[in-house]
């Protein structure tokens, strides 16, 4: 270890690593990559990492939103075009897939409901 405590640099590549990409509160895109001896040790510096990126008001690559914030809902222009929009009860439906088969439907009381469309 050097005197200002970082590790030399021995041009042998870290056994693991992570990266992240985030934007400064000042606008600056930003890339930091934390290297260790194993993934835990690479997992708990991630943690640290992410904790003062969040409490120094950085945002993730690609987002111009609090890490905190949730996403904004996706607006469908019209719902009732939706392949998974149930035109008899008004409601989004879920996909399902099984034995290779995929459909919406979603429950009303105990009934299941494929808004009346086909597989």
Known sequence: ???NGAIP???NEAPASWTVRYHTPEGFDAMLTL?????ADVLRAA???TEWLVEHECTP????????????PVAVADPSTAPNWCAI?????????????SWYSHKIGDEWCRGGKAK
Do not use: I
């Open 47 to 49: 943690a640290k990492c």
């Open 89 to 101: 009860h008004q409601a989004t439906m879920k996909m399902h897939t099984a034995n290779g088969e």
């Open 9 to 11: 640099n021995t041009g």
């Open 35 to 39: 290297r260790g001896g194993s993934g």
């Open 1 to 3: 270890m050097e005197p």
């Open 61 to 72: 690559d690609g987002c111009k939103r609090s890490p905190t914030e949730a996403p904004p």
